[in-house]
């Protein structure tokens, strides 16, 4: 499974950009049953979790997302979105989509992100 996230780009502070992640090679029974996370990462820094969605729906925000970001998934098109509002230059990373475990393990191989970047 190839994971390729897309819709990065630079914005200005309190704008708007949705990033997809799709999961290439992977089957629609298997994608559909994969609890999946919108991750990212600030150059010399750990890679953050910022959303998740279960297989069933349940959904997860970090504190510093909430109420600005909304995780979707599409199973059909074994994709997963990140709508993000009200941006500020403190969410300026390179984001990235993999499978989600309370163990921090991941099933797929990372893949190439997509770099945002927040204007002040």
């Known amino acids: 499974v190839q994971l390729q996230a897309s819709g990065g780009g630079l914005v200005q502070h309190e704008g708007s950009l949705r990033l997809s992640c799709k999961a290439y090679?992977?089957?629609?029974?298997?994608?559909?049953?994969?609890?999946m996370g919108w991750y990212r990462q600030v150059p010399g820094k750990e890679r953050e979790l910022v959303a998740r969605?279960?297989?069933?729906?349940?959904?997860k925000y970090s504190d510093s997302v909430k109420g600005r970001f909304t995780i979707s998934r599409d199973n059909s098109k074994k994709t997963v979105h990140l709508q993000m509002n009200n941006l500020r230059p403190e969410d300026t990373a390179d984001y990235y989509c993999?499978?989600?475990?309370?163990?921090?393990?991941?099933?797929?191989?990372w893949g190439t992100g997509t770099l945002v970047t927040v204007s002040s």
């Open positions: 090679g992977s089957i629609f029974s298997v994608f559909r049953s994969k609890d």
């Open positions: 993999n499978t989600y475990s309370p163990s921090g393990t991941y099933d797929w191989a």
């Open positions: 969605i279960s297989a069933g729906g349940d959904i």
